[in-house]
Protein backbone atom coordinates (compact mmCIF):
# COMPACT_ATOMS: atom_id res chain seq x y z
CA UNK A 1 0.00 0.00 0.00
CA UNK A 2 1.00 3.70 -0.84
CA UNK A 3 0.47 6.34 1.24
CA UNK A 4 0.08 10.04 -0.12
CA UNK A 5 -0.43 13.78 1.07
CA UNK A 6 -2.70 15.14 -0.66
CA UNK A 7 -2.38 19.03 -1.94
CA UNK A 8 -4.29 21.30 -3.00
CA UNK A 9 -4.75 23.90 -5.87
CA UNK A 10 -2.31 26.13 -3.48
CA UNK A 11 0.15 23.54 -2.74
CA UNK A 12 -1.01 23.03 1.06
CA UNK A 13 -1.73 19.80 2.75
CA UNK A 14 -5.09 19.19 2.30
CA UNK A 15 -5.68 15.20 3.32
CA UNK A 16 -4.22 11.55 2.55
CA UNK A 17 -4.61 9.33 0.12
CA UNK A 18 -3.63 5.21 -0.09
CA UNK A 19 -3.56 3.30 -3.45
CA UNK A 20 -3.00 -0.89 -3.13
CA UNK A 21 -2.64 -2.42 -5.96
CA UNK A 22 -1.02 -6.02 -6.31
CA UNK A 23 2.12 -6.13 -7.97
CA UNK A 24 4.65 -8.29 -9.39
CA UNK A 25 6.91 -10.41 -7.41
CA UNK A 26 10.33 -9.14 -6.64
CA UNK A 27 11.67 -11.59 -8.51
CA UNK A 28 9.95 -11.58 -11.73
CA UNK A 29 9.05 -7.84 -11.98
CA UNK A 30 11.85 -6.11 -13.99
CA UNK A 31 11.08 -8.91 -16.47
CA UNK A 32 7.58 -8.65 -16.92
CA UNK A 33 7.79 -4.67 -16.72
CA UNK A 34 10.64 -4.36 -19.07
CA UNK A 35 8.00 -7.32 -21.76
CA UNK A 36 5.45 -4.75 -21.11
CA UNK A 37 7.62 -1.56 -22.35
CA UNK A 38 9.12 -3.53 -25.24
CA UNK A 39 5.70 -4.98 -26.17
CA UNK A 40 4.43 -1.12 -26.38
CA UNK A 41 6.91 0.48 -28.38
CA UNK A 42 7.19 -2.66 -30.89
CA UNK A 43 3.07 -2.26 -31.50
CA UNK A 44 3.26 1.40 -31.53
CA UNK A 45 5.61 0.38 -35.13
CA UNK A 46 4.11 0.95 -38.25
CA UNK A 47 6.59 -1.14 -40.37
CA UNK A 48 5.99 0.02 -43.30
CA UNK A 49 9.64 0.89 -43.90
CA UNK A 50 10.53 -0.85 -47.80
CA UNK A 51 13.08 -1.32 -49.97
CA UNK A 52 13.70 -2.78 -53.34
CA UNK A 53 15.33 -5.73 -54.38
CA UNK A 54 16.96 -6.05 -57.93
CA UNK A 55 14.40 -7.54 -59.32
CA UNK A 56 12.26 -4.54 -58.66
CA UNK A 57 14.34 -2.06 -59.48
CA UNK A 58 13.72 -0.33 -62.84
CA UNK A 59 16.04 -0.80 -65.71
CA UNK A 60 18.94 -3.53 -66.11
CA UNK A 61 17.24 -5.03 -68.70
CA UNK A 62 20.69 -4.88 -71.04
CA UNK A 63 23.72 -6.53 -70.69
CA UNK A 64 26.15 -3.66 -69.50
CA UNK A 65 28.63 -4.70 -71.69
CA UNK A 66 29.82 -7.62 -73.62
CA UNK A 67 31.09 -10.61 -71.68
CA UNK A 68 34.81 -11.43 -72.69
CA UNK A 69 37.32 -8.92 -73.76
CA UNK A 70 37.08 -5.38 -71.94
CA UNK A 71 39.42 -7.09 -68.91
CA UNK A 72 36.51 -6.03 -65.93
CA UNK A 73 34.47 -8.06 -63.94
CA UNK A 74 31.48 -9.66 -65.67
CA UNK A 75 28.54 -7.55 -65.47
CA UNK A 76 24.93 -9.21 -66.57
CA UNK A 77 22.64 -5.72 -65.38
CA UNK A 78 23.99 -2.11 -64.07
CA UNK A 79 21.31 -3.12 -61.54
CA UNK A 80 23.29 -5.47 -59.63
CA UNK A 81 23.68 -4.66 -55.35
CA UNK A 82 27.41 -3.87 -56.33
CA UNK A 83 26.73 -0.87 -58.29
CA UNK A 84 25.08 2.28 -56.96
CA UNK A 85 21.17 2.41 -58.21
CA UNK A 86 20.94 -1.11 -57.99
CA UNK A 87 18.77 -3.55 -55.90
CA UNK A 88 18.79 -3.36 -52.03
CA UNK A 89 20.35 -7.14 -50.35
CA UNK A 90 18.31 -7.98 -47.59
CA UNK A 91 16.90 -4.89 -47.08
CA UNK A 92 13.45 -3.95 -45.31
CA UNK A 93 10.05 -5.14 -46.49
CA UNK A 94 6.95 -4.10 -45.17
CA UNK A 95 5.93 -6.60 -42.06
CA UNK A 96 4.19 -6.50 -38.21
CA UNK A 97 6.10 -6.05 -34.98
CA UNK A 98 3.08 -6.70 -33.02
CA UNK A 99 4.00 -9.01 -29.91
CA UNK A 100 1.19 -10.62 -27.87
CA UNK A 101 1.19 -10.48 -23.93
CA UNK A 102 -2.15 -11.37 -22.28
CA UNK A 103 -4.28 -9.42 -20.27
CA UNK A 104 -3.22 -10.31 -16.71
CA UNK A 105 0.37 -10.13 -17.87
CA UNK A 106 -0.25 -6.41 -19.35
CA UNK A 107 -2.29 -5.23 -16.26
CA UNK A 108 0.07 -6.78 -13.81
CA UNK A 109 3.05 -5.17 -15.22
CA UNK A 110 1.25 -1.84 -14.91
CA UNK A 111 0.09 -1.89 -11.66
CA UNK A 112 3.70 -2.95 -11.22
CA UNK A 113 5.34 -0.04 -12.91
CA UNK A 114 2.84 2.34 -11.50
CA UNK A 115 3.37 1.14 -7.95
CA UNK A 116 7.27 1.08 -8.47
CA UNK A 117 7.10 5.09 -8.89
CA UNK A 118 5.47 5.23 -5.35
CA UNK A 119 8.09 7.89 -4.64
CA UNK A 120 7.60 10.46 -7.40
CA UNK A 121 3.73 10.65 -6.69
CA UNK A 122 2.00 13.84 -6.44
CA UNK A 123 -1.92 13.57 -5.76
CA UNK A 124 -3.64 16.81 -5.99
CA UNK A 125 -6.97 17.76 -5.18
CA UNK A 126 -8.96 17.73 -8.60
CA UNK A 127 -8.28 21.16 -10.02
CA UNK A 128 -10.81 21.33 -12.91
CA UNK A 129 -12.69 24.30 -11.31
CA UNK A 130 -9.94 26.11 -10.66
CA UNK A 131 -9.21 26.58 -14.40
CA UNK A 132 -12.92 27.79 -16.08
CA UNK A 133 -10.79 29.51 -19.02
CA UNK A 134 -7.66 27.69 -20.67
CA UNK A 135 -4.45 29.45 -18.45
CA UNK A 136 -0.48 27.66 -19.34
CA UNK A 137 0.59 30.14 -16.70
CA UNK A 138 -1.79 29.09 -13.66
CA UNK A 139 -0.58 25.35 -14.54
CA UNK A 140 2.78 26.27 -14.11
CA UNK A 141 2.59 28.11 -11.32
CA UNK A 142 0.76 25.49 -9.93
CA UNK A 143 3.44 22.48 -10.29
CA UNK A 144 5.91 24.68 -9.05
CA UNK A 145 3.95 25.16 -5.79
CA UNK A 146 3.45 21.23 -5.39
CA UNK A 147 7.16 21.01 -5.21
CA UNK A 148 7.78 20.06 -8.96
CA UNK A 149 10.67 21.93 -10.72
CA UNK A 150 10.35 24.21 -13.98
CA UNK A 151 11.98 21.52 -17.00
CA UNK A 152 10.72 18.02 -14.99
CA UNK A 153 9.23 15.45 -17.50
CA UNK A 154 5.73 15.28 -15.60
CA UNK A 155 2.62 12.63 -16.21
CA UNK A 156 -0.63 14.40 -15.48
CA UNK A 157 -3.41 11.81 -14.65
CA UNK A 158 -6.61 12.59 -14.38
CA UNK A 159 -10.05 11.02 -14.17
CA UNK A 160 -11.76 13.21 -16.44
CA UNK A 161 -9.92 15.88 -18.44
CA UNK A 162 -12.11 19.09 -19.44
CA UNK A 163 -11.59 21.03 -22.54
CA UNK A 164 -9.92 23.82 -20.15
CA UNK A 165 -7.18 21.55 -18.33
CA UNK A 166 -6.74 20.27 -22.29
CA UNK A 167 -6.07 23.23 -23.92
CA UNK A 168 -3.91 24.83 -20.66
CA UNK A 169 -1.21 22.01 -20.74
CA UNK A 170 -0.98 21.44 -24.59
CA UNK A 171 2.01 23.81 -24.83
CA UNK A 172 4.15 22.38 -22.15
CA UNK A 173 6.57 20.17 -24.15
CA UNK A 174 7.45 18.46 -21.00
CA UNK A 175 4.16 17.61 -19.62
CA UNK A 176 1.95 14.84 -20.83
CA UNK A 177 -1.89 14.25 -20.34
CA UNK A 178 -3.50 11.03 -19.79
CA UNK A 179 -7.39 10.19 -18.01
CA UNK A 180 -6.93 7.52 -15.22
CA UNK A 181 -8.46 4.61 -17.77
CA UNK A 182 -5.82 5.02 -20.19
CA UNK A 183 -2.70 4.52 -18.29
CA UNK A 184 0.30 2.59 -20.29
CA UNK A 185 3.53 1.09 -19.03
CA UNK A 186 5.81 3.30 -20.81
CA UNK A 187 4.54 6.89 -19.99
CA UNK A 188 4.68 5.72 -16.51
CA UNK A 189 8.32 5.39 -16.74
CA UNK A 190 8.94 7.75 -19.12
CA UNK A 191 7.99 10.66 -16.58
CA UNK A 192 10.20 11.90 -13.57
CA UNK A 193 7.57 12.72 -11.93
CA UNK A 194 3.46 11.89 -11.86
CA UNK A 195 0.82 14.20 -10.71
CA UNK A 196 -2.36 12.13 -10.11
CA UNK A 197 -5.35 13.79 -9.08
CA UNK A 198 -7.35 12.90 -6.46
CA UNK A 199 -10.23 11.35 -7.88
CA UNK A 200 -7.59 9.72 -10.61
CA UNK A 201 -6.40 7.73 -7.49
CA UNK A 202 -9.67 6.51 -7.15
CA UNK A 203 -10.51 5.76 -10.77
CA UNK A 204 -7.31 3.88 -11.15
CA UNK A 205 -7.82 1.80 -8.02
CA UNK A 206 -11.41 0.86 -9.24
CA UNK A 207 -10.23 0.06 -12.88
CA UNK A 208 -6.96 -1.96 -12.17
CA UNK A 209 -7.09 -2.94 -8.25
CA UNK A 210 -9.41 -6.11 -9.12
CA UNK A 211 -6.52 -7.89 -11.26
Known amino acids: MVNCVVHDWQGKE ?3 ASLELKVAK ?3 AAHIVHRAVVRQLANARQGTASTLTRAEVRGGGRKPYKQKGTGRARQG ?3 TPLRPGGGVVFGP ?3 SYELGMNRKERRLALRTALMSR ?3 LVVVKSFTDQLAKPKTREVVAALGRWGIPEGTKVLMVLADVSEAVKLSVRNL ?5 IPADQLNVFDLLNAKKLVLSEDALVKIQEVYGNG
Open 173 to 177: PNLKL
Open 118 to 120: SED
Open 14 to 16: AGK
Open 26 to 28: ESS
Open 93 to 95: KPR
Open 77 to 79: SIR
